[in-house]
């Protein structure tokens, strides 16, 4: 089911482009334009956003028979959203690499001859994300329901977006905050914000309301959401250091690169000695950071035990999920395909060395 959902997925997404292209003349008007989002919009993904908002839907929904193109197609929304995300969070991280291949901003500097670090690209990009977040709402509404369940679809969709806005924003000023001022509290909210929120929770909870599903459940989808995109972010932590970069797509070590104050960092601070406390303040205050640099911190990571005791705090977010999943009054010949969905989301935790 799930390699038929990326593939239609995918169909989906490149139907989309010929559609606002024939629209908004995206080629005519701007042939870079139009490669920039193309290439960007159909690399390689997991779609797992989408694909949770299919699951959830069709999980409640109370018609005999759904028009498949139109849920696709609306469910490119949290597909779109992501990738509007991630543009602009490569331009604040400086990312090179996104999904194994430029990301956008060197992308269009590379079309364009211009060195990677002109500001171009940049600032083109974020044009670009803006148009792919107000394509993200247009096809919202290509589902065909109710205007009273589409206006509350709409607006715990517009509020996600604003409240990943938010954990952007604070993630980022914790990224410039001394170590010692920041506590696994602060961390955990910008995991909640900025990933758990439009990752997990808001494709489950708008899938629900817009299949007409009882309260309780879009109650219960909300707290499964949150926990489920925790585990997600900490596990994305731990790949950056325990996983090969060809098999995540990202340059390698990059949130240590970025001085990131992940769980990972904090931890192995709180349990560092004096020297290796110095060392990690010293790391974390460099703008640009020596291959030996990274090792060492990896290194420290790895010595701490804070690896394992990542992945513990992983697993244990995966049981309360599976105790809350337990509860949901959904049709099982969809619950069923969610629970192994969302196992698959972590099968690198499950198999991961620390």
Same mark, same amino acid.
């Given at each position: 089911m799930f390699k038929k959902l990326q593939t239609d997925i995918d169909t989906g997404l490149k139907a989309f482009l010929n559609d606002a292209d024939n629209v908004f003349a995206l080629k005519a008007s701007s042939p870079l334009l139009y490669s920039g989002i193309k290439d960007f919009l159909l690399r390689r993904g997991k779609r797992i956003r989408?694909?949770?908002?299919?699951?959830?839907?069709?999980?409640?929904?109370?018609?005999?028979?759904v028009p498949y193109n139109n849920l696709i197609?609306?469910?490119?929304?949290?597909e779109l959203l992501h990738n509007f995300l991630l543009i602009h969070d490569d331009i604040i991280d400086k990312s090179n690499l996104r999904r194994g291949k430029p990301s956008l901003h060197n992308f269009?500097?590379?079309?364009?001859?211009?060195?990677?670090?002109?500001?171009?690209?940049?600032?083109?990009?974020?044009?670009?994300?803006?148009? %792919?977040? /107000? @394509?993200?709402?247009?096809?919202?509404? &290509?589902?065909?329901?109710?205007?009273?369940r589409k206006e509350?679809?709409?607006?715990?969709?517009?509020?996600?977006?604003?409240?990943?806005?938010?954990?952007?924003?604070i993630d980022v000023v914790?990224?410039?905050?001394?170590?010692?001022?920041?506590?696994?509290?602060?961390?955990?909210?910008?995991?909640?914000?900025k990933t758990a929120k439009y990752t997990f929770e808001s494709p489950l909870v708008i899938g629900a309301i817009l299949a007409g599903a009882p309260?309780?459940?879009?109650?219960?989808?909300?707290?499964?959401?949150?926990?489920?995109g925790e585990a997600f972010q900490i596990q994305d932590d731990l790949l950056d250091i325990f996983y090969p970069s060809e098999k995540t797509g990202k340059s390698a070590l990059s949130d240590l690169s970025e001085s990131k104050k992940?769980?990972?960092?904090?931890?192995?601070?709180?349990?560092?000695?004096?020297k290796d406390k110095y060392f %990690?303040? /010293? @790391?974390?205050?460099?703008?640009?950071? &020596?291959?030996?640099?990274?090792?060492?911190m990896s290194h420290l990571i790895k010595k701490s035990g804070t690896g394992e005791y990542c992945r513990t705090l992983i697993l244990s977010k995966i049981k309360e999920s599976l105790r809350l999943f337990a509860g949901l009054k959904m049709k099982n010949k969809y619950k069923l395909p969610l629970k192994n969905f969302i196992d698959g989301s972590f099968s690198k935790t499950y198999l991961l060395k620390t």
């Amino acid at each position: 089911m799930f390699k038929k959902l990326q593939t239609d997925i995918d169909t989906g997404l490149k139907a989309f482009l010929n559609d606002a292209d024939n629209v908004f003349a995206l080629k005519a008007s701007s042939p870079l334009l139009y490669s920039g989002i193309k290439d960007f919009l159909l690399r390689r993904g997991k779609r797992i956003r989408s694909i949770l908002f299919i699951l959830s839907y069709l999980g409640y929904t109370q018609k005999n028979k759904v028009p498949y193109n139109n849920l696709i197609k609306c469910s490119l929304s949290f597909e779109l959203l992501h990738n509007f995300l991630l543009i602009h969070d490569d331009i604040i991280d400086k990312s090179n690499l996104r999904r194994g291949k430029p990301s956008l901003h060197n992308f269009l500097n590379n079309k364009l001859h211009l060195d990677k670090k002109d500001c171009l690209g940049p600032d083109l990009s974020i044009v670009a994300g803006d148009i %792919i977040f /107000a @394509f993200a709402v247009e096809t919202l509404f &290509s589902i065909d329901e109710s205007p009273l369940r589409k206006e509350k679809a709409l607006r715990n969709f517009t509020k996600t977006a604003a409240f990943t806005g938010i954990g952007e924003f604070i993630d980022v000023v914790n990224n410039k905050t001394n170590i010692d001022k920041i506590t696994q509290k602060d961390i955990s909210l910008t995991y909640t914000l900025k990933t758990a929120k439009y990752t997990f929770e808001s494709p489950l909870v708008i899938g629900a309301i817009l299949a007409g599903a009882p309260r309780r459940d879009t109650s219960l989808l909300s707290k499964l959401g949150i926990i489920l995109g925790e585990a997600f972010q900490i596990q994305d932590d731990l790949l950056d250091i325990f996983y090969p970069s060809e098999k995540t797509g990202k340059s390698a070590l990059s949130d240590l690169s970025e001085s990131k104050k992940t769980i990972l960092i904090w931890r192995t601070y709180s349990k560092a000695d004096k020297k290796d406390k110095y060392f %990690i303040k /010293a @790391f974390l205050e460099k703008p640009h950071k &020596s291959r030996e640099d990274l090792l060492k911190m990896s290194h420290l990571i790895k010595k701490s035990g804070t690896g394992e005791y990542c992945r513990t705090l992983i697993l244990s977010k995966i049981k309360e999920s599976l105790r809350l999943f337990a509860g949901l009054k959904m049709k099982n010949k969809y619950k069923l395909p969610l629970k192994n969905f969302i196992d698959g989301s972590f099968s690198k935790t499950y198999l991961l060395k620390t």
